[in-house]
């Protein structure tokens, strides 16, 4: 099945300790994506790569990192996670930053 | 002004009809646009993509765009109570070459 994975999918953690949230596509998409989602606030794009070679920062990229080592995997690292870190993730996956994107679960973190 | 535009509802309609859900963007370059429909506590999904003026046809949905006016709508016929959601506009940026998304439109389908 074509899909687009993150875990966990759910984690409360407490301000400053590192956590990843690991996100693959198994549709060999070259652009990939994360978002956040706040209310009132919509989507938010924090970072995305164009391919394994181009990752750029998207609108609110304070606070995280991304890695794209390979195609498929597209991880979302918060170093020292706060308080304001805490919302609704997503991650997507598209053929290319033209095409539609295709979301994953989601990921609800809480930083105490 | 924000880049994308939606009115966040709720907007109430009852079962059979046609809903109407708006959508302004600022960015004239914009290539492409996308409706997707999102549950509450889940990821969007997406229903319709439209890329010239015009109508699209799905089934019981319908996008239209008018470029020159710079609005994108959707039209829901014969709407089902399952149709109640958050419906989240994404255009295509052609200066920032990025996908944006408005704030959503919440639907209600009333019995």
């Known amino acids: 099945e074509a899909q687009v994975t993150q875990n966990p999918r759910y984690l409360i953690t407490v301000t400053g300790k590192k956590l990843t949230v690991t996100c693959s596509q198994n549709?060999?998409?070259?652009?990939m994506s994360w978002y956040r989602q706040d209310p009132g606030l919509g989507l938010r794009q924090i970072y995305y790569?164009?391919?394994?070679?181009?990752?750029d920062k998207g609108d609110v990229p304070e606070g995280y990192k991304v890695s794209r080592k390979e195609k498929r995997n597209f991880p979302l690292i918060l170093e020292s996670p706060s308080p304001n870190q805490t919302s609704l993730y997503f991650c997507?996956?598209?053929?290319?930053?033209?095409?539609?994107?295709?979301f994953g679960p989601g990921t609800r973190l809480t930083v105490l | 002004q924000k880049e994308v535009e939606q009115n966040s509802g709720p907007l109430s309609v009852p079962e059979g009809a046609i809903a109407s859900l708006n959508c302004t963007y600022s960015?004239?370059?914009?290539?492409?646009f996308f409706w997707y429909r999102q549950y509450s506590g889940k990821s969007p999904e997406l229903i319709m993509s439209?890329?010239?003026?015009g109508d699209k046809e799905d089934g019981r949905f319908t996008a239209q765009l008018n470029k020159a006016s710079q609005y994108v709508s959707l039209l829901i016929r014969d709407s089902q109570p399952s149709d109640s959601a958050t419906y989240l506009c994404?255009?295509?940026?052609?200066?920032?070459?990025?996908?944006?998304f408005g704030t959503g439109t919440r639907l209600q389908v009333t019995l």
């Open positions: 994404a255009v295509l940026t052609g200066t920032a070459s990025k996908l944006t």
């Open positions: 960015d004239r370059g914009s290539q492409s």
């Open positions: 997507a996956s598209s053929f290319t930053w033209r095409d539609e994107q295709f």
């Open positions: 549709m060999n998409h070259e652009y």
């Open positions: 790569s164009m391919n394994v070679e181009v990752t």
């Open positions: 439209i890329y010239s003026n």
